[in-house]
């Protein structure tokens, strides 16, 4: 049972937009930056958000992170058939002291 | 480029230790502005944040993990590493290091991963 609770999956069809939430506590998301990672079959994490909203180099601005109190959301926009792959959210939580993941969206492209 | 690397024995036996050492090149382990971390994930399921150590050793814990686990920082050979005591099946899981910016921040460089498997 992960901390942060994501959907377990998600879906689109190519050129569509979609959304991905993220629900915490007042702990971790109420006080604390959000997170967002790509993983594609087989391979590591990707950093794809981090500070809520920003894109590390090389990102591509159809990805988007913002956050609402006690939630956070990863919106993906002119879907790609490339983008399909598990989204996880993280942040730290302090009542834990330790950094917080959720399950992970499996997102596919119809 | 930073790169991180890890590797170590990729079976162990049910009350053993796993141990793994991660190799980070292209940055000094010793720049104080970064964390280095161990995330495990299970097959098919989620990821779980283990431990972060920085280079004067100061460490955060995965509460339910922090029985078990040992970490240590050898800054003349720019290398981590994680030990986990008392392993059992429900340890079996790809185990990646990774670097974040102070021990709260995201993870922004990751290892290719360690596939670890507990048995008998």
């Known amino acids: 049972q992960s901390v942060l609770t994501q959907p377990p999956s998600a879906s689109g069809t190519p050129g569509q937009r979609v959304t991905i939430s993220c629900s915490g506590s007042?702990?971790?998301?109420?006080?604390?930056?959000v997170d967002w990672y790509q993983q594609l079959p087989g391979a590591a994490p990707k950093l794809l958000i981090y500070?809520?909203?920003a894109r590390p180099s090389g990102v591509p601005d159809r990805f988007s992170g913002s956050k609402s109190d006690t939630s956070a959301s990863l919106a993906i926009t002119g879907l790609q058939s490339d983008d399909e792959a598990d989204y996880s959210c993280?942040?730290?939580?302090?009542?834990?002291?330790?950094?917080?993941f959720g399950g992970g969206t499996k997102l596919t492209i119809l | 480029q930073v790169q991180l690397q890890e590797s170590g024995p990729g079976l162990a036996k049910p009350s053993e230790t796993l141990s793994l050492t991660c190799s980070v090149s292209?940055?000094?382990?010793?720049?104080?502005?970064?964390?280095w971390g161990w995330i495990r994930q299970p097959p098919g399921k989620g990821l779980e944040w283990i431990e972060s150590i920085n280079y004067s050793g100061r460490t955060y814990y995965n509460p339910s993990l922090k029985s078990r686990v040992t970490t240590s920082v050898d800054t003349a050979k720019n290398q981590f590493s994680l030990n986990l005591n008392s392993v059992t099946a429900a340890d079996t899981a790809v185990y990646f290091c990774a670097r974040s910016m102070g021990y709260w921040g995201a993870f922004d460089i990751w290892g290719q991963g360690k596939m670890v498997t507990v048995f008998s």
């Open positions: 292209g940055v000094s382990i010793n720049s104080g502005s970064y964390y």
């Open positions: 993280a942040t730290w939580d302090d009542s834990l002291n330790g950094r917080v």
């Open positions: 007042t702990s971790n998301i109420g006080s604390n930056t």
């Open positions: 500070n809520n909203n």
